[in-house]
């Protein structure tokens, strides 16, 4: 008879601390919203641009961006990211990733109504449930810019990030789990020590929920020794988080 091995620990912690300006989902989507949006490469609302508005949702912590119609999803910031971006170094992103292997790239787009810049990060390929901490540098070389660069960073009042990694309409969705303009070096990311007995030769897959019902990979699969393992798992700003060790089943 096959089976499976659950371990669960329980990891309560307060908030982390940061040097940044950031949504983090705890809550609620903290004011941004979701639109579909006929350009991939532009998200300016102008004259003949279909945009529909899409209620954002908010779950275990992420804010939910779900594919409604056949167009390119982007969410836009709140005002506390209209600001200048002066004094930030980069730009950052965590996030998971649809079901589904991707097939298109992770765009930021700021304008100040006058000048414009993007960055894509090349996602092509990646596969489903990929758990993606990401950074944009801000230094003038890594984006693509029309206009006035120094002007534009001094005075950002337009900030879309394009998240539409398929083509699976209604059923595509990928979670957002933190967005940061970030000042310098960030502090250390605190760790849980996540410990389970494992068997020799059997793999097992540590997995992280907040609400012990829905469920998400950390990592990847840990080979067992035998013995009791320690594997330290980077905590998020969750008010608790639920772990488990689950032994693979052998093919």
Same mark, same amino acid.
């Given at each position: 008879?096959?089976?499976?091995?659950?371990?669960?620990?329980?990891?309560?912690?307060? #908030?982390?601390?940061?040097?940044?300006?950031?949504?983090?989902?705890?809550?609620?989507?903290?004011?941004?919203?979701?639109?579909?949006?006929?350009?991939?490469?532009?998200?300016?609302?102008?004259?003949?641009?279909?945009?529909?508005?899409?209620? =954002?949702?908010?779950?275990?912590?992420?804010?939910?961006?779900?594919?409604?119609?056949?167009?390119?999803?982007?969410?836009?910031? =709140?005002?506390?990211?209209?600001?200048?971006?002066?004094?930030?170094?980069?730009?950052?992103?965590?996030?998971? !990733?649809? %079901?589904?292997?991707?097939?298109?790239?992770?765009?930021?787009?700021?304008?100040?109504?006058?000048?414009?810049?993007?960055?894509?990060?090349?996602?092509?390929? !990646?596969?489903?449930?990929?758990?993606?901490?990401?950074?944009? #540098?801000?230094?003038?070389?890594?984006?693509?810019?029309?206009?006035?660069?120094?002007?534009?960073?001094?005075?950002?009042?337009?900030?879309?990030?394009?998240?539409?990694?398929?083509?699976?309409?209604?059923?595509?969705?990928?979670?957002?789990?933190?967005?940061?303009?970030?000042?310098?070096?960030? #502090?250390?990311?605190?760790?849980?020590?996540?410990?389970? =007995?494992?068997?020799? %030769?059997?793999?097992?897959?540590?997995?992280?929920?907040?609400?012990?019902? %829905?469920?998400?990979?950390?990592?990847?699969?840990?080979?067992?020794?035998?013995?009791?393992?320690?594997?330290?798992? =980077?905590? !998020?700003?969750?008010?608790?988080?639920?772990?488990?060790?689950?032994?693979?089943?052998?093919?």
């Amino acid at each position: 008879m096959k089976f499976h091995l659950y371990l669960l620990v329980v990891a309560l912690f307060v #908030p982390l601390s940061s040097y940044a300006t950031e949504s983090t989902f705890s809550a609620n989507n903290e004011g941004w919203i979701i639109i579909d949006h006929v350009s991939s490469t532009n998200p300016l609302p102008s004259s003949g641009i279909q945009l529909i508005k899409n209620d =954002p949702q908010v779950s275990g912590g992420r804010l939910v961006v779900q594919d409604i119609a056949n167009n390119w999803n982007w969410i836009v910031a =709140p005002a506390k990211f209209r600001q200048s971006w002066a004094s930030f170094t980069d730009l950052k992103i965590d996030l998971i !990733t649809d %079901d589904s292997s991707s097939l298109f790239n992770i765009r930021f787009f700021i304008a100040d109504g006058v000048s414009s810049a993007w960055y894509e990060f090349p996602l092509s390929g !990646t596969p489903g449930n990929s758990v993606l901490n990401l950074s944009a #540098p801000l230094q003038k070389s890594q984006w693509n810019v029309t206009g006035n660069r120094e002007q534009l960073i001094a005075n950002v009042n337009a900030f879309y990030i394009r998240i539409d990694l398929n083509n699976n309409v209604a059923s595509e969705a990928d979670f957002v789990d933190r967005v940061a303009l970030v000042n310098g070096t960030e #502090p250390p990311v605190p760790t849980f020590p996540v410990s389970f =007995p494992t068997v020799q %030769d059997s793999d097992y897959q540590i997995e992280s929920s907040v609400n012990l019902e %829905d469920w998400k990979n950390v990592g990847i699969p840990v080979p067992g020794n035998g013995s009791q393992i320690t594997i330290e798992i =980077p905590l !998020t700003d969750a008010p608790r988080l639920f772990f488990r060790a689950r032994k693979l089943e052998t093919p």
